[in-house]
């Protein structure tokens, strides 16, 4: 169940980093960076940003499309690029060699360090992304280095298994094998990382530990933040009834929308549901809304033309719903706590790990029907009370605003990684 106050969900900002005794120079790894790349590339230049404001001198080895691609300011910062290559595009030509695309950039990569950065006790290695707990980086020897955060191995709760694709069953099935076989191949997670950020909490964790990471290296923070205009959006404040909901992103069997709209059938009839995205499960989800009789309640309303319109939207509906079955964090739903939307989401994967019994609701993923009816209780139930809506909202916004700014998010990495300036010599990196 929800415990009641999860890592992050208290309402205390982390140390901040100009508390913390910076190393001079922090080299990150990151195949991709940038605004324009999806998630994994935005926590890298959100961070990247926050090191140079700080004072910190930063290198980048990254990608040469990602170089290409880039869509921001990246003032003080320098790059080393690992460069396109026929191998690289070898391997993305043959789907089932994709995977060693990644191994190629962290050989590349090491390449590049090796040639450019010193090896010197002011400096850190930051290996930022990808965030798979299994994957070997192939660390370059006598540098500190700090990887994460991690995530991943999440997969379907028990109740949904039969739901899974081939290839998250094999995910699943092949997972331990692969972790411990690499973990004694490539001992580099035990052996050469000072401090491994995990994001995936216990069951990253338990990854972890199949490959021999020692406990005292492990630190759980949060994954992501929420970028400043969302943050400085006005909370939404929740009056009188309000049957409306909402659910967004790609529609994909994950997601598990289609949960949501069975719920809609079974919530109070007032009750109305507005889905935006699109994907490959939409049609069957169209047909599955038909079948409910539900036309006149569920509509589908496709991508819109920008977040911040998605974003303004919200300020129409009750709350969101987030029935996802195998999402590692969840950053969806860290906007919408920060903007003050209710969130209705499944006590499992990422998003058990963002809030608390007081600023979400929480269903347990037992079995479809215990969902569905879950769901749907608590759609009627925030549809009908506005007290208890604004009271999630009000909660959830603290949280947001104390754990999932940008600035609170790297504070929290770099508060893991070096001691405060008052400990100087006493936690020094080893």
């Given at each position: 169940m929800p415990k009641d106050a999860p890592p992050h969900s208290d309402v205390s900002a982390p140390r901040p980093a100009e508390a913390l005794e910076l190393p001079d120079h922090i080299v990150l790894v990151a195949k991709h960076i940038g605004i324009n790349s999806g998630g994994e590339a935005i926590k890298a230049h959100q961070f990247a940003r926050l090191l140079v404001e700080n004072g910190v001198k930063v290198t980048v080895v990254t990608h040469e499309r990602t170089v290409k691609g880039l869509g921001a300011d990246q003032t003080g910062q320098t790059f080393h690029v690992v460069e396109d290559d026929g191998l690289q595009r070898f391997f993305w030509r043959v789907k089932p060699l994709r995977g060693l695309l990644d191994i190629h950039f962290h050989l590349m990569a090491r390449r590049l360090i090796r040639r450019h950065v010193a090896r010197d006790p002011k400096t850190t290695l930051h290996y930022i992304g990808p965030v798979s707990p299994v994957m070997p980086r192939f660390f370059p020897k006598g540098y500190d280095i700090v990887l994460g955060p991690l995530t991943g191995n999440i997969f379907y709760p028990p109740a949904f298994r039969e739901r899974m694709s081939p290839e998250f069953r094999n995910g699943e099935r092949f997972h331990a094998v692969a972790q411990k076989i690499l973990g004694r191949i490539f001992p580099e997670k035990r052996n050469r990382a000072r401090v491994v950020l995990v994001s995936g909490y216990e069951r990253t964790r338990a990854s972890l530990r199949m490959a021999r990471v020692r406990e005292e290296q492990m630190v759980d923070v949060v994954d992501s933040g929420?970028?400043?205009?969302?943050?400085?959006?006005?909370?939404?404040?929740?009056?009188?009834?309000?049957?409306?909901?909402?659910?967004?992103?790609?529609?994909?069997?994950?997601?598990?929308?289609?949960?949501?709209?069975?719920?809609?059938?079974?919530?109070?009839?007032k009750v109305t549901l507005d889905v935006f995205g699109d994907g490959e499960k939409r049609a069957?989800?169209?047909?599955?809304?038909?079948?409910?009789?539900?036309?006149?309640?569920?509509?589908?309303?496709?991508?819109?033309?920008?977040h911040d319109d998605l974003l303004d939207a919200f300020e129409n509906y009750r709350g969101y719903l987030f029935p996802t079955l195998a999402e590692a964090n969840g950053i969806v739903m860290q906007e919408a706590m920060m903007v003050g939307m209710p969130?209705?989401?499944?006590?499992?994967?990422?998003?058990?790990?963002?809030?608390?019994?007081?600023?979400?609701?929480?269903?347990e993923p037992l079995s479809q029907d215990h969902v569905l009816d879950g769901l749907a209780a608590a759609m009627t139930r925030l549809a009908e009370d506005p007290d208890h809506a604004e009271a999630i909202s009000k909660r959830a916004r603290r949280i947001a605003e104390a754990r999932f700014s940008w600035e609170a998010v790297a504070d929290s990495w770099l508060g893991a990684c070096f001691p405060p300036k008052s400990e100087k010599g006493a936690s020094g990196r080893a």
């Open positions: 929420v970028a400043d205009r969302i943050r400085n959006r006005p909370r939404i404040e929740h009056r009188g009834p309000n049957p409306r909901f909402v659910c967004s992103g790609r529609m994909v069997d994950h997601k598990g929308v289609d949960l949501a709209i069975r719920a809609v059938a079974r919530a109070d009839p069957e989800w169209e047909a599955l809304s038909r079948e409910l009789g539900l036309e006149g309640r569920v509509t589908f309303k496709g991508w819109v033309a920008s969130v209705i989401t499944l006590n499992w994967g990422g998003p058990s790990m963002l809030a608390d019994k007081d600023s979400a609701v929480y269903v």
